[in-house]
């Protein structure tokens, strides 16, 4: 059974920033694309920013410019550097991995933005 636990999800004031982190029970280098997605209360879960096997990365309108994917396949983890974080950043940051063609999430990570 794959496993994905995200950690690193905290109460941040505006402006601060955050790195959250994905661990993998397997090799990520050989997934597909690995991404990261938030869920507000709310509202329905969107997608955030991906980073695909051969590298191709992109992310949100919401977040370009702030936020920073990228993994360590020695660690078998993924990360999402965010900065200059809002408090419309505030959700539920979720991990998502692809390999071959079945969809794998994590349970979740909070992340709050207040002042």
């Known amino acids: 059974q794959v496993q994905l636990v995200e950690s690193g999800g905290s109460l941040m004031q505006p402006g601060g920033s955050l790195r959250l982190s994905c661990v993998a029970s397997e090799d990520i280098s050989g997934a597909r694309v690995v991404r990261w997605h938030r869920q507000a209360p709310g509202k329905q879960r969107e997608w955030v920013a991906l980073?695909?096997?051969?590298?191709?990365?992109d992310y949100a309108d919401s977040v370009k410019g702030r936020f920073t994917i990228s993994k360590d396949n020695a660690k078998n983890t993924v990360y999402l550097q965010m900065n200059d974080l809002q408090p419309a950043d505030t959700a539920v940051y979720y991990c998502?991995?692809?390999?071959?063609?079945?969809?794998?999430w994590g349970q979740g990570t909070q992340v709050t933005v207040s002042s």
């Open positions: 980073l695909n096997r051969i590298n191709m990365i």
């Open positions: 998502n991995v692809v390999w071959g063609t079945t969809n794998y």
